[in-house]
T-cell receptor, first 114, second 111 residues
Framework: DVKVTQSSRYLVKRTGEKVFLECVQD?????MFWYRQDPGLGLRLIYF???????EKGDIPEGYSVSREKKERFSLILESASTNQTSMYLC?????????????FGPGTRLTVT | KQEVTQIPAALSVPEGENLVLNCSFT??????LQWFRQDPGKGLTSLLL?????REQTSGRLNASLDKSSGRSTLYIAASQPGDSATYLC??????????FGGGTRLMVKP
């Protein structure tokens, strides 16, 4: 079974703090993704990565950065957290290829920025 | 750009009813169509994934169909139970492994 884990289920941070959200997958997947989910806006793609040290911007990258130093780990970084980054963050992973492979999602991290 | 719409946005039914959730998408060039369940405050639980070459998938009381030509998918839930109460998300897989999510249908099954 594919397993995608996220470092925290719940996180509370203060405005201006640097925040790290970690995601780890155990299936040797090339692709990894970070989404955020907000009421009325659905799930939106922040960043994705198709290989170690590679990253691509998604639909809403502003205010975020990512790091992929190892294949199994994809980190989302909020350089200076703001209240509008309060959200549910979901990580996913998939195989890479010409087709479009199933994405497997982690349990989510609910981040509150006060 | 792909758009995915789910109707209705919310649905309340008595226990035991069979029900259908609808999903429509604008670009028929999809690779997969997937249905997820999401409980309040929780992550996504995959229910069924239909590949573009398939017409339907079944798992227990759930049946999902896909009609690419009309841009529609339906999720059929038989003999609904209170434990089925959740938000159901439809997701289209586009080229480059990009996903487009529908807005969800919030289902309430009353005992």
């Amino acid at each position: 079974d594919v397993k995608v884990t996220q470092s925290s289920r719940y996180l509370v941070k203060r405005t201006g703090e640097k925040v790290f959200l970690e995601c780890v997958q155990d299936m040797d997947h090339e692709n990894m993704f970070w989404y955020r989910q907000d009421p009325g806006l659905g799930l939106r793609l922040i960043y994705f990565s198709y290989d170690v040290k590679m990253k691509e911007k998604g639909d809403i990258p502003e205010g975020y950065s990512v790091s992929r130093e190892k294949k199994e780990r994809f980190s989302l970084i909020l350089e200076s957290a703001s209240t509008n980054q309060t959200s549910m963050y979901l990580c996913a992973s998939s195989l890479w290829g010409a087709s479009s492979y199933e994405q497997y999602f982690g349990p989510g991290t609910r981040l509150t920025v006060t | 750009k792909q758009e995915v719409t789910q109707i209705p946005a919310a649905l309340s039914v008595p226990e035991g009813e069979n029900l259908v959730l609808n999903c429509s998408f604008t670009d028929s060039a999809i690779y997969n169509l997937q249905w997820f369940r999401q409980d309040p405050g929780k992550g996504l639980t995959s229910l069924l994934l239909i590949q573009s070459s398939q017409r339907e998938q079944t798992s227990g009381r759930l049946n999902a169909s896909l009609d690419k030509s009309s841009g529609r998918s339906t999720l059929y839930i038989a003999a609904s139970q209170p434990g089925d109460s959740a938000t159901y998300l439809c997701v289209a897989y586009n080229a480059g492994n990009m996903l487009t999510f529908g807005g969800g249908t919030r289902l309430m099954v009353k005992p």
